[in-house]
């Protein structure tokens, strides 16, 4: 589950840098932010047959949080220090999250 889980956070990165490189060329100067991960939170339910909402309120904060982490790096150029080690915390806390 753990390694479905880092390919959801993978394209939430990738989406996320994407959004990031749209908004600059278009010259709006900032990205949403993907404001809603809720696509995000939606395949992890999935993938662990989530039913339990206090469960899934929380993955969804860490998502959020991940997501803000991402922007934060993006914003301040420092996308290159944003690396699979962010992946790897964030699965392992939402692994521990569903098992709990």
């Avoid at 990738?14 to 600059?24: I, R, T, W």
């Avoid at 709006?28 to 339990?52: H, M, R």
């Avoid at 860490?62 to 962010?86: I, P, R, S």
Wanted: glycine share 4%; with cysteine; charged share 35%.
């Amino acid at each position: 589950m753990k390694t479905k889980i880092e390919k959801v956070l993978t394209k939430l990165k990738e989406d996320a840098e994407l959004d990031m490189k749209d908004s600059l060329e278009s010259g709006c100067g900032e990205g949403d932010g993907l404001e809603d991960v809720y696509p995000y939170l939606q395949s992890i339910v999935k993938i662990a047959n989530l039913t339990d909402n206090k469960k899934s309120d929380r993955t969804y904060k860490v998502l959020k949080g991940f997501n803000d982490e991402a922007f934060f790096h993006l914003y301040e150029c420092m996308w290159d220090q944003f690396d699979d080690t962010f992946i790897e915390k964030a699965a392992n806390k939402i692994e521990k999250i569903l098992v709990d």
